[in-house]
């Protein structure tokens, strides 16, 4: 179920990423760069009254060196082309500036529910500021303060009510949801088309297109597939389009989509800093990734060469170890062959289920190797029971005396002893401490 979009709107300055902030909590990670750098993220996700949503800081995704209106016009046309809400954040202390008009001129028309956030009211002395922004005529005005985290439950309540009743799921259960994501020329598009090229594969007629992909549903030896396809969709006109930040955006929302994520990178370059960051959301959001690695016919090889070339990759993507990698050659077909399979296993494993008895011994087992951690009082982890409680990524819950004590380095380890047993190739697995009830 593809999650409902909220976009911020508004001018520099009036609090948007501090909002963003704010909504998103402590939620990613590995994404980030540098943590308190604002506008680092312009995507991430949120959740309000157990209803999960993704957001985007349209004041994000910057065009250079253009005039303040045609920005905002720029954020405007971004958020109501891509956002299910928007919450249009303007200054209180300020007042109704000209481009404040402008934009919900814009955003009004677009018929879109709009959220009008009345920001910098730190405290309720200054409401009566807020009736001037009546005059926006987009509604209610809600009174907020980014830097405080003052009325912002209110601003969501409202958010939450108008996101759309249900989202349709276009595809059923059984189908393969697959996207590529990597850089421009890493041979993207001509993955896809080598893919649907391949013998035995019928592509339906119609690809669909969403807001950020074309999907191209298709069957190979009776499973069906879609893949989806971020990079052969060039929207023309649309200046955001450009914008690297954009194109990360919309790799992301890529990711969301699918069930198997390919990350995609050149044999002569290798990794780098971008490719990480999204490899990051993937494995954040669950997914099950493969690395591939194409345009091997140009590499100059010997018998050592992929096992050095895995090795680097390996030392670069840690927190991937779990991902399977694909040499091939999208030009000359190469190794083509081992693509589909390697999707067909790691979607299986990433929707494993497995029994809980051996679950359970496997636990008891790695106790009895390695003891469990016991914290500076001398107080020690126990493990009373371990239940598999969903898949897509396989979460496992274990039921402890105090979930404080269960630390990172013993969740590596017991998930390296799962792995060990069970073959999770390709997919993350998420391991949570539940406090046993007495
Ligand atoms: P953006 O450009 O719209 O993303 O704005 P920022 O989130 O970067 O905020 C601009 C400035 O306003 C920063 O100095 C923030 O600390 C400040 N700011 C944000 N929210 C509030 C608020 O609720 N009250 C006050 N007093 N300052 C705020
Ligand atoms: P995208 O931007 O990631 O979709 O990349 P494209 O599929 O458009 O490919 C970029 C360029 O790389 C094109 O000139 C392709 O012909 C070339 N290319 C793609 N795959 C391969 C490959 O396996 N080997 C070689 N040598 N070139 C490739």
Redesign the pocket.
């Known amino acids: 179920m593809p999650k409902p979009i909220l976009a911020i709107v508004g001018r520099p300055n009036v609090g948007k990423s501090t909002i963003f902030n704010r909504i998103v909590g402590e939620r990613i990670a590995i994404v980030e760069d540098k943590p308190g750098v604002t506008r680092d993220r312009i995507y991430s996700s949120g959740e309000w009254l157990n209803k999960e949503f993704n957001i985007i800081d349209t004041g994000g995704i910057e065009i250079n060196e253009e005039p303040l209106m045609v920005q905002m016009r720029y954020q405007a046309e971004l958020a109501i082309e891509e956002a299910d809400v928007i919450c249009f954040v303007v200054n209180g202390r300020e007042g109704v500036t000209a481009a404040d008009e402008e934009v919900a001129q814009l955003l009004f028309r677009s018929k879109k529910p709009i959220v009008l956030g009345v920001n910098k009211m730190d405290d309720p002395s200054m409401h009566e500021k807020l009736y001037e922004f009546y005059s926006l005529g987009i509604g209610d005005p809600y009174p907020i303060s980014g830097s405080h985290g003052i009325g912002l439950g209110d601003l969501l309540d409202k958010v939450v009510e108008s996101f759309p009743v249900e989202q349709e799921e276009l595809y059923d259960d059984d189908t393969i949801k697959f996207s590529?994501i990597?850089?421009?020329?890493?041979?993207?598009?001509?993955?896809?088309?080598?893919i649907l090229g391949e013998e035995r594969v019928i592509v339906s007629d119609i690809p669909g297109t969403t807001r950020d992909a074309i999907d191209t549903p298709f069957t190979k030896d009776g499973q069906d597939y879609v893949v989806i396809d971020t990079?052969?969709m060039r929207k023309k006109g649309k200046v955001y389009e450009s914008t690297e930040k954009y194109s990360v955006l919309r790799a992301l929302r890529a990711i969301e989509r699918s069930d198997v994520v390919l990350m995609?990178i050149?044999?002569e370059e290798g990794m780098i800093e971008q490719d990480k960051k999204i490899a990051g959301y993937a494995h954040e959001a669950g997914r099950a990734v493969i690395i591939v690695v194409?345009?091997?016919?140009?590499i100059e090889k010997d018998d050592k060469t992929m096992q050095k070339f895995e090795q680097k990759l390996r030392e670069e993507f840690l927190y991937l170890s779990y991902a399977p990698i694909v040499f091939?050659?999208?030009?000359?077909k190469r190794r083509m062959q081992h693509l589909l399979p390697v999707i067909n296993t790691v979607s299986e494993n990433h929707t494993m289920r497995v029994q809980t008895h051996v679950l359970n011994d496997v636990i008891v087992d790695a106790v009895a190797m390695n003891p469990t951690p016991t914290d500076h009082g001398g107080k020690r982890l126990r493990i009373s029971y371990a239940t598999q409680v969903s898949v897509a990524p396989p979460t496992f819950v274990l039921f402890v005396n105090d979930p404080e004590l269960l630390h990172f380095s013993y969740k590596r380890y017991l998930e390296n002893k799962i792995r060990d047993t069970f073959d999770f190739t390709g997919t993350p697995i998420h391991i949570i401490a539940r406090k046993k009830s007495e």
């Open positions: 590529l990597g850089r421009p020329n890493v041979g993207k598009s001509s993955l896809v088309n080598a990079a052969g995609v050149n044999a194409n345009k091997w016919d140009v091939l050659s999208a030009k000359t």
